[in-house]
């Protein structure tokens, strides 16, 4: 059974910063391009909004043009983490995160953690 867990949100002032972790199992992780999504709340009930994603073999990544620049993806093999590294933090990033999987015809998610921006 595909597990994917994420931790690492919570409450952050403007300007700081939040380090993501997505915690996979249940499939061959090697194989799976991962990403990060995200839900603000005045976005319930739309599609997800792409924020960053990273390839099977970790060579290629690819951001959202909000974030590109101030956030950083990665993953660890012998973990089976993803990472997203979120640096100088705005209120406009109050949202959702949700980890996914992209594996041939399969899509997984997590529950997601909430990250709050603000003062």
């Known amino acids: 059974q595909v597990h994917l867990v994420e931790s690492g949100g919570g409450l952050v002032q403007p300007g700081g910063s939040l380090n993501l972790s997505c915690a996979a199992s249940g499939f061959i992780f090697e194989e799976a391009a991962m990403s990060w999504h995200r839900q603000g709340p005045e976005a319930l009930g739309t599609e997800r909004e792409f924020?960053?994603?990273?390839?099977?073999?970790?060579?290629?990544?690819a951001y959202s043009r909000s974030v590109r620049g101030r956030f950083t993806i990665s993953r660890d093999v012998t973990k089976k983490t993803v990472l997203l590294q979120m640096t100088d933090l705005q209120p406009e990033d109050t949202a959702v995160y949700y980890c996914?999987?992209?594996?041939?015809?399969?899509?997984?998610w997590g529950q997601g953690t909430q990250v709050t921006v603000s003062s």
């Open positions: 996914k999987a992209s594996g041939g015809s399969d899509v997984h």
């Open positions: 924020v960053a994603r990273i390839s099977s073999s970790g060579l290629n990544t």
